[in-house]
């Protein structure tokens, strides 16, 4: 006879074993479906790839982007974990519109492919404003930085511009007031020199003056006694020339006094120097003995006339 604690666990052992069995049925029939939604999925896509030219899973899951994970669940049929970009992306490499791709993966809406083409341009439109706004936004910094330079030159332009006018005027000015001051020194240049003009005219006519009262005082025994001797050797034709020798007295103290020096001695004889001495023919050379026919004068080195000098002497 069976004791009824066994029998209790027998039947609660018999009741494990059937929901086991019905849940390994379910799981059974399950995967038998999705094994189905799978072959099929694998088939159309497999059929696909052959028509693309693709060869390998591998393949379209790197060219279309997708992660092991997501291109497992594309070939299971199952598109609901993938975005917008990468439907499109998917069914670009397949070579189907993105409403193809959905209604052979069984997503099949009447406005569904529709809608999402308005959302790929949307997209696209969206992608191109993008593109346009980064442009503008580029030609814009471009242009404020190429502002921000020109002003900047602008700016140094200008300030150069105010320096240089600066300098210009203060230039102006000082070169105003140097020649302000120039013309006042010529003009007084000007009064002192005609100042000394007639100041050196009066000094000339009174040093002339003066010369020549000098001069008269100095030659007045002479002047006094020239013309009575003119007188004398026309009366007395045969009169002595020593007795004229006393009148030009006076002229020797005249040239002593200037500090004028006789070069030689009249009818002296000399060695020829062509520094102090003027020769009456040319081919009395430097060194000839000569004779002074005129002495000549001079004031310290100044040669004032040379001596005239010959070979010979006058027939006495």
Known sequence: MVEEPNLFWFGLVLWLGGTVYLLGLLGARN???????QEI???????????????????????AGLTPKQ????????????????LNQLARILNWSLEELLQN??????????AFQEIARLHQKYGELQQERIKVEQESREYQSTLAEASQQIELLEERYENLERDKQKKIDRL??????????IEQLEKQCLRLRAELQDNLERIK?????ETFEQLQTLMMNFPTACVMAEAKPNLPARNFIALFTPLNNLLQEWGYESIGTAWEQVIFDPQIHQADSDDIQEGDLVFVRFVGYRSGDLILCPAKVSRSLPNK
């Open 176 to 185: 105003s007031l140097e020649l302000q001051d120039a013309s006042n020194r």
């Open 209 to 213: 003056g003066d010369i020549r009262e």
């Open 105 to 114: 993966y069984g997503y099949s809406f009447p406005s569904l492919g529709e």
């Open 31 to 37: 995967r038998a479906r999705e094994d189905f939604a």
């Open 41 to 63: 999925s694998d088939s159309l896509l497999s059929d696909r790839l052959k028509r693309v030219g693709i060869s390998h899973w591998n393949t379209l899951q790197r060219k």
């Open 71 to 86: 291109m497992e669940r594309v070939r299971q049929g199952k598109l609901e974990g993938l975005t917008l970009k990468e």
